[in-house]
Antibody, heavy 115, light 107 residues
Framework: EVQLVESGGGLVQPGGSLRLSCAAS????????MTWVRQAPGRGLEWVAN????????YYLDSVKGRFTISRDNAENSLYLQMNSLRAEDTAVYYC????????WGQGALVTVSS | DIQMTQSPSSLSASVGDRVTITCRAS??????LAWFQQKPGKAPKSLIY???SLHSGVPSKFSGSESGTDFTLTISSLQPEDFATYYC?????????FGPGTKVHIK
């Protein structure tokens, strides 16, 4: 059974940093692109970033470029999102998802950026 | 960026109704289109990928089709568990983009 479990969410002040993790199991992690998607409270889904199987290609939403970094550790079956210079508008539930078409999703991690 | 629009933004339907939701891309995305279902407080769930291919375990009452840059999600006979918000997403060109969602209410 495919499982994706996010962790690392929490409350952070504007300008602060947070690192999200996503632990994957039930599939061959190093054979899939991985994706981060977020959802602000009461809003729709927003694609954030994705990363190729071997980490050699990464793509980002313009509004997070230069502030967020997606990475993966295939030996640990883990996906990460390092978030720096956080803004109030980054407040959202962050989901990790498998592949470019997001065919499986984690339960999400809430990130709240507020003073 | 490719803009995705959905219509209607919300609809009311009864159990047993046939429901159709439309998603339109602002430019050609081939068939790189996925549909998701999301219930309140839950993570989205994949329904369809490549415009018309059913994700594993998704009941056959869900179907997808395409016509140029217009894509359709159809639920053949609405059941109580189908009341949710539905999103489309293009994964043809970066940044990948989602439609704004269609909320299906109980009539």
């Amino acid at each position: 059974e495919v499982q994706l479990v996010e962790s690392g969410g929490g409350l952070v002040q504007p300008g602060g940093s947070l690192r999200l993790s996503c632990a994957a199991s039930g599939f061959t992690f190093n054979s899939y692109w991985m994706t981060w998607v977020r959802q602000a409270p009461g809003r729709g889904l927003e694609w954030v970033a994705n990363i190729k199987e071997d980490g050699s290609e990464k793509y980002y939403l313009d509004s997070v470029k230069g502030r967020f970094t997606i990475s993966r550790d295939n030996a640990e079956n883990s996906l990460y999102l390092q978030m720096n210079s956080l803004r109030a508008e980054d407040t959202a539930v962050y989901y990790c998802a498998r592949d470019v078409d997001c065919n499986y999703w984690g339960q999400g991690a809430l990130v709240t950026v507020s003073s | 960026d490719i803009q995705m629009t959905q219509s209607p933004s919300s609809l009311s339907a009864s159990v047993g109704d046939r429901v159709t939701i439309t998603c339109r891309a602002s430019q050609d995305i081939s068939n790189y289109l996925a549909w998701f279902q999301q219930k309140p407080g839950k993570a989205p769930k994949s329904l369809i990928y490549a415009a018309s291919s059913l994700h594993s375990g998704v009941p056959s009452k869900f179907s997808g089709s395409e016509s140029g840059t217009d894509f359709t999600l159809t639920i053949s006979s609405l059941q109580p568990e189908d009341f949710a918000t539905y999103y489309c997403q293009q994964y043809y060109s970066y940044p990948f983009t989602f439609g704004p969602g269609t909320k299906v209410h109980i009539k």
